[in-house]
T-cell receptor, first 115, second 116 residues
Framework: NAGVTQTPKFQVLKTGQSMTLQCAQDMNHEYMSWYRQDPGMGLRLIHYSVGAGITDQGEVPNGYNVSRSTTEDFPLRLLSAAPSQTSVYFC??????????????FGNGTRLTVT | DQQVKQNSPSLSVQEGRISILNCDYTNSMFDYFLWYKKYPAEGPTFLISISSIKDKNEDGRFTVFLNKSAKHLSLHIVPSQPGDSAVYFCAASAKIGETSGSRLTFGEGTQLTVNP
């Protein structure tokens, strides 16, 4: 059982380049989300989705786009990379929201460096 | 504003002793609290949770305590083992609305080191 799969594991971008971080889950989870982890700041929510066709902004959405065309996939797009987007990105999913009996399952992360 | 705070960046304990990790929150709308554990180069994994209507939840060596009046929760690990060495994140969930679902807010994390 693969769980939550993120690709690539590592990426280096130049300022201004664009790219898409891929996230796929095989658990038929309705809820998916993207977080970034920075030293001393924990995990901060970028965007989330409560089901196919529905997305919403989190705490730090600027510079990122998402879409949810299928239940399985939730890609994160960086439109024009900036050094401030250097971070470790985690995708997570759950059966239904973040409430009782629905803990998030995380992927292993994508480490992104923007030079 | 940081709605979930873990004030101790690191904690070191001896094997076999108790580890106590602390977390404070400010938002009264949080209705569910969780602890996640993270090893290097891996994603966080769910450890234990507690609903806001309870004050204690136990699972093996792990116990979470919730003090709603103080807006404080803690994770106790007894006895601590070297394999428990990891970063521990406290997280809190709040509903956003009927159609927007819920969101999880994380603390900064505490690095626990258990020495043999």
């Amino acid at each position: 059982n693969a769980g939550v799969t993120q690709t690539p594991k590592f990426q280096v971008l130049k300022t201004g380049q664009s790219m898409t971080l891929q996230c796929a889950q095989d658990m038929n989870h309705e809820y998916m989300s993207w977080y970034r982890q920075d030293p001393g700041m924990g995990l901060r929510l970028i965007h989330y989705s409560v089901g196919a066709g529905i997305t919403d902004q989190g705490e730090v959405p600027n510079g990122y786009n998402v879409s949810r065309s299928t239940t399985e996939d939730f890609p994160l797009r960086l439109l024009s990379a900036a050094p401030s987007q250097t971070s470790v990105y985690f995708c997570a999913s759950s059966y239904s929201g973040t409430g009782v009996n629905s803990p998030l399952h995380f992927g292993n992360g994508t480490r992104l460096t923007v030079t | 504003d940081q709605q979930v705070k873990q004030n101790s960046p690191s904690l070191s304990v001896q094997e076999g002793r108790i580890s106590i990790l602390n977390c404070d929150y400010t938002n009264s709308m949080f209705d569910y609290f969780l602890w996640y554990k993270k090893y290097p180069a891996e994603g966080p994994t769910f450890l234990i949770s507690i609903s806001s209507i309870k004050d204690k939840n136990e699972d093996g060596r792990f116990t979470v305590f919730l003090n709603k009046s103080a807006k404080h929760l803690s994770l106790h690990i007894v006895p601590s083992q070297p394999g428990d060495s990891a970063v521990y994140f406290c997280a809190a969930s709040a509903k956003i609305g009927e159609t927007s679902g819920s969101r999880l807010t994380f603390g900064e994390g505490t690095q626990l080191t258990v020495n043999p």
